[in-house]
T-cell receptor, first 116, second 116 residues
Framework: EAGVTQFPSHSVIEKGQTVTLRCDPISGHDNLYWYRRVMGKEIKFLLHFVKESKQDESGMPNNRFLAERTGGTYSTLKVQPAELEDSGVYFC??????????????FGPGTRLTVL | AQSVTQLDSHVSVSEGTPVLLRCNYSSSYSPSLFWYVQHPNKGLQLLLKYTSAATLVKGINGFEAEFKKSETSFHLTKPSAHMSDAAEYFCVVSDPNSGGYQKVTFGTGTKLQVIP
């Protein structure tokens, strides 16, 4: 079974440009999460989808970030326009359905975003 | 509110000696706790999880962790370090959010160096 995949693995863009990150969760996983790790800091929650609906987007830093999950399969995270402080590693994770705090989240390898 | 403190940002051990990675948590609930490992250029992989059953939890690759409620700790140990254990380790606490879904908080990570 394929794991969580993310594309691209690396992205280098200039301040003011737009970047779109993609995440393909494990097939059948209703829950999809986005996280971000800024250099030297902890991994922070951005948002959580249950199927195509945003269940919790309390971690989204500002309105330059837009996440979608059309059809409840893959998800995209768009940053427009990108700022220097957006640099970091963006992780995606998925887990099976049900409200269960014990669920293991399966993580992708991350996308390293560098904004120059 | 929940939080996780990983007391050491870097730990260095010699191959064949014991490993101790420390984690303290704070939670308003009876939390579930996880340890994840990240090898370079890989996604986070679950090592083990505590789900309110046995307080001593055994994970993959010889790792184990003991949940101590009185000390609010969940330290990760391994009797004998192997070169392949060199990686970054994350302690994670999970509580249900207001919607009953999983809300995860990461520690800042501990980089483990194994010296030949």
């Amino acid at each position: 079974e394929a794991g969580v995949t993310q594309f691209p693995s690396h992205s280098v863009i200039e301040k003011g440009q737009t970047v779109t990150l993609r995440c393909d969760p494990i097939s059948g996983h209703d829950n999809l999460y986005w996280y971000r790790r800024v250099m030297g800091k902890e991994i922070k929650f951005l948002l959580h989808f249950v199927k195509e609906s945003k269940q919790d987007e309390s971690g989204m830093p500002n309105n330059r970030f837009l996440a979608e999950r059309t059809g409840g399969t893959y998800s995209t995270l768009k940053v427009q326009p990108a700022e220097l402080e957006d640099s970091g590693v963006y992780f995606c994770a998925s887990s099976q359905g049900a409200r269960n705090p014990y669920n293991e989240q399966f993580f992708g390898p991350g996308t390293r975003l560098t904004v120059l | 509110a929940q939080s996780v403190t990983q007391l050491d940002s870097h730990v260095s051990v010699s191959e064949g000696t014991p490993v101790l990675l420390r984690c303290n948590y704070s939670s308003s609930y009876s939390p579930s706790l996880f340890w994840y490992v990240q090898h370079p250029n890989k996604g986070l992989q679950l090592l083990l999880k505590y789900t309110s059953a046995a307080t001593l939890v055994k994970g993959i690759n010889g790792f184990e962790a003991e949940f101590k409620k009185s000390e609010t700790s969940f330290h990760l140990t391994k009797p004998s370090a192997h070169m392949s254990d060199a990686a970054e380790y994350f302690c994670v606490v999970s509580d249900p959010n207001s919607g009953g879904y999983q809300k995860v908080t990461f520690g800042t990570g501990t980089k483990l160096q194994v010296i030949p």
